[in-house]
C-alpha cells in the first residue's frame, strides 16, 4: 500500500539495500526491537532523524522497565545514569495532606523499584545497546516515504543530513517515530482521544527544595485546581518540573511562558515552598495534544510500537514502558512472521490486544486524576481487598499481566463508582465515610 505513490521514481532511483526489518524511529520502542531482533540474529536497520543524545521528556521509569532492561541486559547501566526511585507521591494542598505508593508494596513482588532519568542519557543508551547487538544504526536521517508492499518487499526511502537519499527494501516495517506517528498520519488513521485534551509546560531546575528533608528519589505529584504538577529528581541534583491541564488553562496565558510557569507554580503553595530558591536550567518547553491513538496498529508486514501509536497523558510515568514493553512483544512477533507469516497471525492479534488492554488500564485512572472523588481516594487510600496494592501495581505499570481483572483493582474501581454516587447526593465522605463504602464494595 504506497503512502505517497509519487516517491516511486526516486525510490527506484536511489542505490537499494536490503534488510529483515526497517524501524523508523530510535527512541525507547525502536532501539527496543531493533535490539532484540538483532540479538536473534536479524538483519536490522534502525533510523532516528535526531543525533543521540538528544533532550526528551518522559524521565521517570517504572518497576515493570526493569524486566525489559534484564531481556536487554542493561540493568546496571539504567542504574549508573539514574536516581533510584521507590515510589510516587501524591500532594493536594485542598486536602492538606500527602500520600506515598511505595512500589514494594504492590501486588507483583518481582520488580519494586525502579529509576529517574535524563532521557537524553538513556535513549542514547538503548540505542547504543541495539547497535552492540548488531543492528546497523543511522542518526541524523530522516524517513521521507514508505511504499507498503508485502508481497514485494516494502521500500522505505529516508534523507541524512547532507541531503543525501537512501532507499532500502526490507520484509518488515515497524513504525516506532513517536509522537511524528509516521505512518499514522500518512494512512490518516490517528485520532486525538476527546476525554483528554490537555497540554504541558515543564523546564528543568536545580536548587529546588526536597519535600522532605532530604530527597528520597520518589517521583512526586503536586495536584492543583487545573490540573497537576510532577517533580522528578533527576542526577545532577537536577529536578524536572511540568505542570499538565487543560487547553482552557493554557488559554488565559498572556506573557511569555517561563513567565506562566512561574506563575502556576506560585500559585500553589506546596509548589511554591519547594520552588522558592529554584533557578531554571533550560526554556520552558510547551506541548500539547497529549493524547491519541491510532485506529489500527497492525498490518501485513508492518506494526506501530510505543508513542507511533497511541500515547496518554503522563501522570503515572507510563510513556517509557509502553514503548519498551510493546516494542518487546511486537519484536517477538515479528520474528515469528519473518519465519512464518500464518504462524505470526494469533501472535500479532495478542500483540495488538496486550497492548490496547494496557493503555485501556491505565486510562482508566488517567482520565479521571481531576476528578474530585478520585482525588479523595488517593488522598485516603484503603486497603480493604488489597485495593491499595491494586493500586499500587497499576502506578508500578503491571498492566500487561491483566492486573486490570483481579480482585484488588475491581475493588478499588467498584469503591470509586461507590462514592461517585454518594457525591451525586450531595455527601462527600471523609476518612470514616470512605471506610464504609470500601467495606460495602
Excluded at 532507499?167 to 516495517?173: E, K, L, T, Y
Excluded at 510547551?286 to 508486514?301: E, L, V, W
Aim: net charge neutral; charged share 20%.
Amino acid at each position: 500500500m504506497p503512502l505517497d505513490a509519487s516517491s516511486t521514481e526516486s525510490l527506484s532511483g536511489s542505490e537499494l539495500r536490503t534488510c529483515d526489518v526497517l524501524i523508523i524511529g530510535g527512541g525507547p520502542a525502536g532501539s527496543t526491537a531493533a535490539a532484540i531482533l538483532a540479538a536473534k540474529g536479524r538483519s536490522v536497520v534502525l533510523i532516528e532523524k535526531d543525533r543521540h543524545p538528544r533532550f526528551h521528556i518522559g524521565e521517570s521509569l517504572l518497576p515493570q522497565n526493569l524486566r525489559v532492561f534484564d531481556t536487554l541486559g542493561i540493568r546496571e547501566r539504567v542504574a549508573a545514569i539514574g536516581v533510584y526511585k521507590p515510589g510516587a507521591r501524591f500532594v493536594s494542598d485542598e486536602h492538606g495532606k500527602h500520600v506515598t505508593f511505595n512500589f514494594a508494596q504492590g501486588l507483583n513482588q518481582a520488580y519494586t523499584y525502579s529509576y529517574q532519568v535524563k532521557r537524553a542519557d538513556l535513549d542514547a543508551l538503548l540505542f547504543a545497546r541495539a547497535r552492540e547487538l548488531g543492528a546497523e544504526t543511522r542518526e541524523g536521517m530522516r524517513v521521507t516515504d514508505v511504499q507498503l508492499d508485502s508481497a514485494r518487499g516494502h521500500r522505505i526511502l529516508a534523507t541524512d543530513a547532507e541531503g543525501e537519499q537512501h532507499a532500502w527494501h526490507a520484509r518488515f516495517v515497524i513504525d516506532a517515530s513517536g509522537r511524528d506517528t509516521f505512518l499514522a498520519a500518512h494512512m490518516q488513521v490517528k485520532q486525538r482521544n476527546p476525554h483528554n485534551n490537555t497540554a504541558a509546560m515543564f523546564a528543568h531546575f536545580r536548587n529546588v527544595a526536597p519535600f522532605a528533608e532530604a530527597e528520597d528519589g520518589n517521583i512526586t505529584i503536586h495536584l492543583f485546581e487545573h490540573g497537576w504538577f510532577w517533580m522528578i529528581p533527576l542526577p545532577g541534583d537536577v529536578m524536572s518540573v511540568g505542570c499538565v491541564s487543560n487547553q482552557g488553562f493554557f488559554k488565559r496565558r498572556t506573557g511569555e511562558i517561563d513567565d506562566f510557569l512561574a506563575a502556576t507554580i506560585a500559585a500553589t503553595p506546596s509548589m511554591a515552598r519547594r520552588m522558592a530558591n529554584a533557578e531554571r536550567m533550560t526554556p520552558t518547553t510547551m506541548t500539547g495534544n497529549y493524547s491519541y491513538a491510532s485506529k489500527t496498529m497492525t498490518g501485513d508486514g508492518w506494526l506501530m510500537a510505543g508513542d507511533a501509536f497511541a500515547f496518554v497523558d503522563p501522570v503515572f510515568s507510563s510513556g517509557v514502558l509502553l514503548a519498551m514493553a510493546s516494542a518487546e512483544m511486537g519484536a517477538e512477533a515479528v520474528d515469528t512472521w519473518l519465519d512464518d507469516r500464518a504462524a505470526a497471525v494469533p501472535q500479532m492479534r495478542a500483540f495488538e490486544h496486550k497492548v490496547r488492554r494496557a493503555i485501556g488500564s491505565l486510562s482508566w485512572l488517567i482520565y479521571k486524576i481531576n476528578d474530585p472523588t478520585l482525588r479523595d481516594m488517593f488522598m485516603e487510600p484503603r486497603n480493604r481487598f488489597r485495593m491499595r496494592e491494586g493500586l499500587v501495581s497499576l502506578l508500578a505499570g503491571d498492566v500487561h499481566s491483566n492486573t486490570n481483572r483481579q480482585l484488588p483493582v475491581i475493588a478499588f474501581k467498584a469503591c470509586y463508582y461507590g462514592l461517585k454516587v454518594a457525591r451525586w447526593f450531595g455527601y462527600r465522605p471523609g476518612a470514616k465515610g470512605m471506610e464504609r463504602i470500601s467495606r460495602a464494595a
